[in-house]
């Protein structure tokens, strides 16, 4: 069984000094963990804010990239780089891991085709159109009040990335936008960590419709690990705790100086109590996964646990070394190997195939 998780936002807390050859403590992603959980590859998407200006976003991006790659360099007798599913399998022979780069946010590419290229050159293999907010790009699922979905640069953007052998990822994206790219794209699509909103109503998962057009497409969804996009019950357990607030303003002293010991303690004893709050178990991802896959298919789900973007996490799956839970709870519903290998990794691997050999029609 090959196990991929499409979305770790691992390269933030790599600026933020974590080690990643390290088994740190409180962290969801290194490299010992990737091992100990058996994953044999991890998408780490460069995150940057809708916040930032623009240049500022391109410049943070190419940070985090630097700083991802300076870490898999330090780590060779774990981990290595990859940029098509043939390097991954190559990886797996010699007993490495692999990390693909993705990136989440267009931002970065700001108004320039030639910057897309230049971060595909980088070895970016997908691109999250948007994030919280509009971008030039296309509107997202937070906003999605400016261009009615893909802006005319998106529909450029659709076509260069197909060009390129680059996936598109429509995790963040407004419906709108979702249905333009299935429209516009020649080549399947994704959405990298997102869940079912038929199991929970928040607007970042996907209907039932979507899941079928996805499916037509013969793209994937990632099943994401956020207990808020899991269960709506849990939304009105965090917002009752007063934690949400108060994390994202401790998070953000941390992040300005992730060096001060008390600003990290203080980002910790947070975590702590997020983590004492009554949460959804992994058996609810599962649930997502079996919704999936009623709708779309069981050629058309994976996992992609969004480890390192989320400040709280479904019980029993504290971190990436635990992940096959879910693999077990598969095998105690009735899921075959076939299907639980599809899953695990298989179908992402299909499509990231199938788009890299569509590249330049």
Same mark, same amino acid.
């Given at each position: 069984?090959?196990?991929?998780?499409?979305?770790?936002?691992?390269?933030?807390?790599?600026?933020?000094?974590?080690?990643?050859?390290?088994?740190?403590?409180?962290?969801?992603?290194?490299?010992?963990?990737?091992?100990?959980?058996?994953?044999?590859?991890?998408?780490?998407?460069?995150?940057?804010?809708?916040?930032?200006?623009?240049?500022?976003?391109?410049?943070?991006?190419?940070?985090?990239?630097?700083?991802?790659?300076?870490?898999?360099?330090?780590?060779?007798?774990?981990?290595?780089?990859?940029?098509?599913?043939?390097?991954?399998?190559?990886?797996?022979?010699?007993?490495?891991?692999?990390?693909?780069?993705?990136?989440?946010?267009?931002?970065?590419?700001?108004?320039?085709?030639?910057?897309?290229?230049?971060?595909?050159?980088?070895?970016?293999?997908?691109?999250? #159109?948007? &994030?919280?907010? =509009? %971008?030039?790009?296309? +509107?997202?699922?937070? !906003?999605? /009040?400016?261009?009615?979905?893909?802006?005319?640069?998106?529909?450029?953007?659709?076509?260069?990335?197909?060009?390129?052998?680059?996936?598109?990822? #429509?995790? &963040?994206?407004? =419906? %709108?936008?979702?249905? +333009?790219?299935?429209? !516009?794209? /020649?080549?399947?699509?994704?959405?990298?960590?997102?869940?079912?909103?038929?199991?929970?109503?928040?607007?970042?998962?996907?209907?039932?419709?979507? #899941?079928?057009?996805?499916?037509? %497409?013969?793209?994937?969804?990632?099943?994401?690990?956020?207990?808020?996009?899991?269960?709506?019950?849990?939304?009105?357990?965090?917002?009752?705790?007063?934690?949400?607030?108060?994390?994202?303003?401790?998070?953000?002293?941390?992040?300005?100086?992730?060096?001060?010991?008390?600003?990290?303690?203080?980002?910790?004893?947070?975590?702590?109590?997020?983590?004492?709050?009554?949460?959804?178990?992994?058996?609810?991802?599962?649930?997502?996964?079996?919704?999936?896959?009623?709708?779309?298919?069981?050629?058309?789900?994976?996992?992609?646990?969004?480890?390192?973007?989320?400040?709280?996490?479904?019980?029993?799956?504290?971190?990436?070394?635990?992940?096959?839970?879910?693999?077990?709870?598969?095998?105690?519903?009735?899921?075959?190997?076939?299907?639980?290998?599809?899953?695990?990794?298989?179908?992402?691997?299909?499509?990231?195939?199938?788009?890299?050999?569509?590249?330049?029609?």
């Amino acid at each position: 069984m090959y196990i991929l998780d499409s979305h770790c936002d691992t390269p933030s807390q790599a600026v933020r000094l974590r080690n990643l050859s390290a088994d740190n403590p409180y962290a969801h992603v290194d490299f010992p963990k990737l091992r100990r959980g058996n994953v044999d590859a991890a998408f780490f998407a460069l995150y940057t804010s809708g916040s930032m200006e623009p240049d500022a976003a391109t410049a943070y991006a190419l940070k985090m990239l630097a700083a991802v790659h300076d870490s898999v360099e330090s780590a060779g007798d774990m981990v290595a780089l990859a940029r098509t599913v043939d390097d991954a399998i190559v990886n797996r022979r010699k007993g490495l891991t692999s990390i693909f780069l993705g990136m989440e946010n267009g931002l970065p590419v700001q108004d320039s085709l030639s910057l897309l290229r230049e971060f595909h050159r980088l070895g970016v293999a997908y691109l999250t #159109l948007t &994030h919280n907010t =509009d %971008n030039l790009i296309c +509107d997202s699922a937070a !906003c999605g /009040k400016r261009w009615g979905g893909l802006s005319p640069f998106g529909r450029r953007v659709v076509d260069e990335m197909n060009r390129l052998g680059m996936i598109i990822d #429509l995790a &963040h994206a407004s =419906d %709108n936008t979702f249905y +333009d790219c299935i429209r !516009c794209s /020649k080549a399947p699509v994704v959405s990298t960590h997102s869940c079912c909103r038929a199991l929970a109503g928040h607007r970042r998962n996907m209907s039932d419709d979507m #899941l079928r057009a996805l499916a037509a %497409n013969g793209g994937v969804i990632q099943i994401n690990f956020y207990p808020v996009f899991l269960d709506d019950a849990f939304q009105s357990v965090l917002s009752s705790s007063g934690l949400e607030d108060k994390a994202d303003i401790v998070e953000s002293g941390f992040i300005s100086d992730p060096s001060d010991p008390d600003k990290y303690r203080a980002w910790i004893d947070v975590l702590r109590k997020l983590e004492a709050l009554p949460r959804p178990s992994y058996r609810r991802v599962v649930d997502h996964i079996d919704h999936a896959v009623s709708v779309a298919g069981i050629d058309h789900v994976g996992i992609g646990s969004d480890f390192d973007g989320i400040n709280v996490t479904p019980e029993g799956l504290e971190d990436i070394s635990k992940i096959g839970v879910i693999f077990n709870e598969m095998r105690n519903r009735g899921y075959s190997e076939t299907d639980i290998e599809k899953v695990a990794g298989g179908n992402f691997l299909r499509v990231m195939k199938e788009v890299q050999s569509l590249a330049g029609e």
